[in-house]
């Protein structure tokens, strides 16, 4: 949350090692989300209704400027209830201290025909017709739940007869986020803002998948429900916010800067042992904003500007031709902490490979496992080859392959780990999304941040994002590279690639 011109970040932690288990609500504060510090946690376990835990929530801003917290609380017979919180002295800038009324809470339990075992993570609350309006997820057998509340004080709740939206076959319903986003342009809005200029979102966390699911549709405030349009899919066959290692996301608006901003948990790829031995485990992506395209079927994601404050040496490539087999280096940055931002362009669109009509449009994971980095394709596999050892023992490849279908042109955007590293024991999966773009100008753009053991990609301005977890043995710190490649039978063109080193580590761990 954003208050008094201080930036909030809340997150589950254990203070006692790098294994879930004892989970607090730790505290970090920052007057840009780049520069952070680190703050004694805000909520542990101390009452009745949390002893047994004290789990995500979100937090709200009530009329007067007072910030209050809603959070899971897991009570001595492993139920999940619901309970506030609120700072013990507005005037510490800081916030550190938080009090859970003793004789209020919880504010919210599952009451009968609602599963106790799973049911939580309220989401921010928004004002409409009098009453204030929250979300908790949850399941009902196979069923994916978003439970909607109402309250005049914020202290009394009373359950909807029915749920906000719920759907078929899809589990346990983590982390929900519902927010409303402009028809146009790239201005957040408030949690509250409804109206014929907006559309809403909502995101849920799989616990099936472990990965962050979101539509686009409309809220039915008359009757409570919201409503994805027909280009939405709940489920498996959605859209992710991120199609690598992104879960547990979370939103805010930010009004300093009017933006709504999103952050993810990038959890490890590597052993428990390995984190163990480390004494860490888990990071945050970059906080992005998010807006809606101008499609209106989909969000786009950029990472905040405040980050380019991190740039140091830059170089540049431009007009670089690609041919078969190509790997060229992008020298003079250090390749281990790096943003990458680089526009392809394609000279002919004649060769494009045909789009097998056995591959599924839903599973893109799948294409790029089957034809990786270096299986030939007819444009593409083209694109970066991130934390790469001299002699390509490891590396990282991000690359787009295009396809052509009957109707139009197919583009996978992919971050391959299987080549990341040459250790075992980890997971290395070859990520993978499509990318909804019009080739028209016959260029594609994919930005990337490099950050030692993490590389998180945008392609197209935005459209796909995919984050993988990497752990490479020899591309590390100064023997790490970076290239640009090109492994399809057409010539790609480098129109333009600027490369700067980052001045810090990026990201808060």
């Given at each position: ?190 949690t509250s803002v409804v109206g014929k200029q907006v559309k809403h979102v909502l995101k849920v966390s799989l616990d099936v998948t472990r990965y ?298």
């Open positions: 949350m954003y208050y008094n011109g201080i930036y909030h970040f809340f997150y589950q932690y254990n203070p006692k090692g790098a294994v879930w288990g004892n989970i607090v609500w730790a505290h970090s504060v920052s007057k840009d989300m780049i520069n952070w510090k680190a703050l004694e946690p805000a909520i542990y376990p101390s009452h009745r209704f949390d002893r047994k835990g004290a789990w995500s929530g979100s937090a709200t801003i009530l009329p007067g400027n007072k910030p209050i917290i809603l959070y899971t609380g897991v009570d001595p017979s492993d139920r999940q209830v619901q309970n506030y919180a609120v700072p013990a002295n507005l005037s510490d800038p800081y916030l550190r201290k938080w009090i859970k009324p003793a004789g209020l809470n919880p504010v919210v339990d599952p009451e009968a025909g609602v599963n106790a075992s799973a049911f939580r993570d309220p989401t921010t609350a928004w004002w409409l017709s009098g009453h204030w309006r929250m979300v908790v997820g949850s399941k009902r057998n196979h069923r994916g739940m978003a439970y909607l509340y109402r309250s005049r004080d914020f202290i009394h709740w009373i359950k909807a007869k029915h749920p906000l939206h719920s759907a078929p076959h899809t589990g346990m319903w983590e982390c929900p986020d519902f927010y409303p986003v402009l028809l146009s342009g790239r201005q957040g809005l408030d962050d699911y979101y539509t686009v549709g409309t809220y039915l405030t008359n009757e409570d429900r919201y409503v994805p349009d027909n280009t939405s899919v709940d489920g498996w066959a959605g859209i992710r916010y991120d199609y690598g290692n992104f879960y547990a996301s979370k939103t805010f608006f930010d009004p300093a800067k009017k933006r709504r901003i999103l952050w993810g948990w990038v959890n490890e790829s590597d052993t428990t042992s390995d984190d163990v031995r480390k004494g860490w485990a888990g990071i945050q992506a970059i906080p992005r904003i998010v807006w809606l395209d101008p499609s209106q079927r989909q969000l786009m994601q950029w990472p905040i500007q405040e980050l380019e404050t991190l740039r140091g040496t830059n170089v540049k490539m431009n007009h670089q031709m690609l041919k078969t087999g190509d790997h060229i280096e992008v020298k003079g940055i250090s390749a281990a902490q790096a943003d990458v931002d680089v526009t392809f362009y394609i000279p002919s669109l004649d060769k494009v490979e045909a789009f097998n009509l056995g591959w599924s449009l839903t599973d893109a994971q799948l294409l790029c496992a089957k034809k990786g980095s270096k299986v030939q394709g007819g444009i593409g596999p083209f694109g970066l080859l991130a934390l790469a050892s001299e002699n390509l023992e490891e590396y990282t490849p991000v690359f787009f392959r295009i396809f052509k279908s009957s109707q139009k042109h197919i583009v996978l955007l992919c971050s391959d780990a299987r080549s990341s590293s040459l250790k075992d024991g980890l997971y290395k999966p070859s990520f993978a999304g499509f990318v909804d773009v019009d080739l028209t100008d016959k260029k594609l753009s994919l930005r990337s941040l490099i950050d030692h053991s993490v590389v998180e990609s945008f392609g197209a301005g935005g459209k796909t994002c995919i984050t993988s977890r990497v752990y490479p043995t020899l591309a590390v710190l100064e023997n790490a590279h970076l290239y640009a490649f090109n492994n399809g039978t057409e010539t790609i063109i480098v129109e333009n690639l600027n490369a700067w080193s980052m001045k810090k580590p990026l990201r808060m761990n």
